[in-house]
Structures are given as structure tokens and as C-alpha cells.
Nanobody, 125 residues
Framework: QVQPVESGGGLVQAGGSLRLSCAAS????????MGWFRQAPGKERDFVAA????????VYVDSVKGRFTISRDNSENTVYLQMNSLKPEDTALYYC??????????????????WGQGTQVTVSS
């Protein structure tokens, strides 16, 4: 079992960058696919990006392709989300989650078993 803990959120101007980190406790981190989701006030929690256990496969929501990059370091039990060219519509609470299923990383939040508490990202115009 892993317990994700997010960090790295903050306030940034449009066009700026942030790097989110998700440190996960547990010796089995490297066997989990990891995903990032976000939730804006009054809206549902949406998929952002995910990465397979090995890091060899990634998937993104169309709205962040070319701007966000997900990566992981299994030696550090950490997954990252590098966010560039940020827009006000990226403002949300960002969550990290772990999925123990094998195969391609999932875009479905119901497939993720372990969730962090979230880190706030606010992009000003």
C-alpha cells in the first residue's frame, strides 16, 4: 500500500511554471501506476495525466498536452508533474493517486485506490 503526499502548489501568473511533486510512502511504490487529477471549485474531479509503473507509458488530457509533463523516480518514490505555460483555467486543487492494476495507465479516477490530500494551484491572469 502507498500513501501519496503532494507538494509544490502555489500562486503563479499566466504563462508561468510550477512543478508538483508526489512522495509516496510504501515499499511497493514502483509497482503502482500513478496519476494526477484536479478539481476546480464547484466542478468534478478530472483526469490530468498518468504514468505507468515503469515510467514507459504516459497519458494526458488533451487540454494539457504539450504543456504538462508527468515523470517518476522510483528510487525516490516520487512522481512529478511539470506544468509550463500555465493558464487561469488550470487553477484547481491537484491530487496525486496510485493505481495497482497492470497495463496502460488509467484515465478513470475510479481505478485509483490511494489518494493524497491535494495541493492548490492558482494561476492569475
Amino acid at each position: 500500500q502507498v500513501q501519496p503526499v503532494e507538494s509544490g502548489g502555489g500562486l503563479v501568473q499566466a504563462g508561468g511554471s510550477l512543478r508538483l511533486s508526489c512522495a509516496a510512502s510504501g515499499r511497493t511504490f514502483s509497482t503502482y501506476a500513478m496519476g494526477w487529477f484536479r478539481q476546480a471549485p464547484g466542478k468534478e474531479r478530472d483526469f490530468v495525466a498518468a504514468i505507468s509503473w515503469s515510467g514507459g507509458r504516459t497519458v494526458y488530457v488533451d487540454s494539457v498536452k504539450g504543456r504538462f509533463t508527468i515523470s517518476r523516480d522510483n528510487s525516490e518514490n516520487t512522481v512529478y508533474l511539470q506544468m509550463n505555460s500555465l493558464k487561469p483555467e488550470d487553477t484547481a486543487l491537484y491530487y496525486c493517486a496510485a493505481d495497482r492494476r497492470l497495463g496502460d495507465p488509467s484515465t478513470n479516477l475510479r481505478d485509483y485506490e490511494h489518494w493524497g490530500q491535494g495541493t492548490q494551484v492558482t494561476v492569475s491572469s
